[in-house]
């Protein structure tokens, strides 16, 4: 039983075809990452996966909630679908405690104490304990996205989206996050990014997934699918980003 | 030949100019709570075309921008009645400022709403936050922090015109004025004395909405 399913999902946005029937099965604690080029869906995709995009057709399950194009419970779904975005989205009125501990508060109703014990908890999984009482705008980008995931954390989320979450991120910030997300990986939480990190593709992903023009064109496991692309298409795209 | 300038008869009346300022400072205050909470319910409204209220502030806010305040006080005082409502000068003067601050605060914090990125809000749904949610937790404050100068322009503006309500008899700072100089003749005295007044609380009205600005918008550090 996988613990996010999506079947023949189809998304226009009004005469273009976006996602031409997208099928793709994900297991608990799988590392999974989404390349492609860019117009060929994948963020789409993404944001289709917590209801921030609607979808013209199909079906998304992740671990019993259940979404179509005609219904969908956004606020139970996306208790179980964290998401961390390219530009952060910190709370700029909030402090770092206070942007971790806003939706424990509003969303899961847990008292002052318990959130706030949560957010040191969740800042401390992601190197930040000294932060909690400093405004996003003190933070340097890296540390900004590493809030991003510890507030994504703290509803205890059963899969983690990550929209390009380094493409924002001077060159030398870009390891600190993704040193926290490989200690997420370790830890089994089920991850799903969308990436330009090659290597770190690689690296950490139990599985990689290859968009075209829409579509699911290619899966399987990064080592084996970057050793040996089946597809043309996929051969061509890793030339040129190994070549760029 | 030349005009002697004698203060002490407008002096002399200066409990009732004193109270009239007060009662200017009362109509300010209730015109800008309620009139500023109108603007936010009519501003977000508009700002996320929630149908079908979107229409009706946006109908409300064209028809008090484009008349004239004083017609509006009319109306209220004057013309209501004819359909059963009475209200004291006190009431309509309130009534009128309300409905006009709100208008006005509706599309200066509609400019607020939609200034902030739309990147808070996917944060706030990302994290199953409600629509309603994330305007209360999330938009709101950024939202008035970014117009606050210019709604306090505003606000400061209704109380300077609160002084067309001595035309309905309403007993604030204006009507006291008119009332003093009908009395003494000492017109110059009395309406320079008005004009410090009024200066004098719209710097410190201006001063008081920085502040509070400050610590409840901008509140850090």
Known sequence: MPLLRVSA???????????KGVDLSIEEGEVVAIIGRSGSGKSTLLRTLNGLESISDGV????????????????????????VFQQFNLFPHLTVGENVMLAPQVVKKAG???????????????GL????????????????????IARALAMSPKVLLCDEITSALDPELVNEVLSVVRQLAREGMTLIMVTHEMRFAREVGDKLVFM???????????????AAPQTAELANFIGAVAGG | MAYQFDFAPVLAQGDLLFKGALFTLQLTLIGTVLGVAIGVVGAVTRAWRLRPFDALFGLYVELIRNTPFIVQLFFIFFGLPAL????????????????????YSTEIIRAGIQAVPKGQLEAAAALAMSRFEAFRYVVLQPALAK?????????????????????IATEELSFAANFIQSRNFRAFETYLLTTLLYLLMAIVVRQLLAWIGQRLLMGRR
């Not at chain 1, 999902?9 to 273009?16: Q, R």
């Not at chain 1, 019993?64 to 956004?74: F, H, K, P, Q």
């Not at chain 1, 075209?212 to 699918?225: A, D, I, L, N, Y």
């Not at chain 2, 117009?147 to 067309?164: D, F, N």
Request: with cysteine; charged share 20%.
């Open chain 1, 60 to 83: 998304i399950e992740v671990d019993g909630e259940y979404l179509d194009a005609a219904r969908a419970d956004l606020r139970a779904l996306r208790q179980k679908v964290g998401m």
């Open chain 2, 147 to 167: 117009v606050w100068p210019a709604l306090s322009s505003q606000i400061v503006i209704v109380m300077l015109g609160s002084a067309v309500c001595s035309q």
């Open chain 1, 112 to 126: 002052k104490a318990e959130a706030r014990y949560l957010a040191e908890q969740m800042l401390a999984r992601v």
């Open chain 1, 129 to 148: 304990s000294d932060k909690v009482d400093a405004y996003p705008d003190r933070l340097s980008g890296g540390q900004q996205q590493r809030v991003a």
């Open chain 2, 84 to 103: 059963g409502v009475r209200l004291t000068e006190w009431q309509a003067a309130v009534l009128a400022m309300v409905i006009n601050l709100g208008a």
């Open chain 1, 9 to 19: 999902l189809h998304k226009y946005y009004g005469d273009n075809h976006v996602l």
């Open chain 1, 212 to 226: 075209h023009q829409g579509k699911v064109h290619e899966v399987g496991h990064p080592r084996e699918v970057f």
